[in-house]
């Protein structure tokens, strides 16, 4: 049974950009209601999304607790294990919404990045599907 949000009310609706195609590119602003799609709820202000795994910088997007990542839709994420630390792809595209506001501008992330989703036992982002995901067709 997929989990709700708890940051969100499935009445809610803010500005969004839903990764789609195999190139996970977005495309421009679209209007959905968040807690009816895939997405990552910050469990630690310890998050960011940088440009490489291996070095943070100044220009990284540090997010905070409570802070909502749409990065596409699941069965599309990629992740990497490193040690344990497990890393999240945040495509072009990726979207982070705080207070249902976009923090990034239109048309969302600009670059690919990563956002550390584990490290150890320590979770920094928990991952949400819709709550009413429908039948499943194969």
């Not at 049974?1 to 009445?11: G, M, T």
């Not at 968040?34 to 997405?39: A, G, I, M, R």
């Not at 945040?90 to 979207?95: C, F, H, L, R, S």
């Given at each position: 049974?997929?989990?709700?949000?708890?940051?969100?009310?499935?009445?809610r609706t803010a500005p969004l950009s839903p990764m789609t195609g195999p190139q996970l590119r977005a495309p421009p602003h679209v209007?959905?209601?968040?807690?009816?799609?895939?997405?990552?709820v910050v469990q630690s202000g310890d998050a960011r999304i940088v440009a490489s795994r291996d070095s943070e910088s100044d220009?990284?997007?540090v997010l905070e607790e409570g802070d909502l990542l749409r990065a596409?839709?699941?069965e599309l994420s990629r992740f990497w294990k490193e040690g344990s630390e497990k890393w999240l792809l945040?495509?072009?595209?990726?979207?982070v919404f705080r207070a249902n506001q976009p923090m990034i501008g239109r048309g969302g992330y600009t670059r690919t990045g990563f956002v550390k989703v584990?490290?150890?036992e320590?979770?920094?982002l928990r991952r949400y599907s819709p709550?009413?995901?429908g039948p499943n067709i194969t």
């Open positions: 049974k997929p989990q709700l949000s708890p940051v969100l009310r499935p009445s209007v959905e209601d968040l807690s009816k799609l895939d997405h990552w220009s990284d997007f596409g839709d699941h945040v495509p072009i595209g990726a979207q584990q490290d150890g320590k979770l920094l709550a009413d995901s």
